[in-house]
């Protein structure tokens, strides 16, 4: 993913809300609902943690 197709994926998402990943798929020329449903949920999401597992995490 380009910097440039996740500012695109955000302003779509932005609009249309999460709901709908082939209307948002269309606004991303060669991307396909299921990969936006990913990245979305795996890497932009800002209800992420991205923080160190804590002990009782990783236990």
Partial sequence: WSAEEDALLLK???AN???KWSVLASHLPG???K???E?????L???ISKSPWTEDEDR
């Fill in 12 to 14: 779509a998402i932005e």
């Fill in 17 to 19: 809300g999460t709901r």
């Fill in 31 to 33: 991307r396909t609902g």
């Fill in 35 to 37: 990969q936006c449903r």
């Fill in 39 to 43: 990245r979305w949920h795996n890497q």
């Fill in 45 to 47: 999401n800002p209800d």
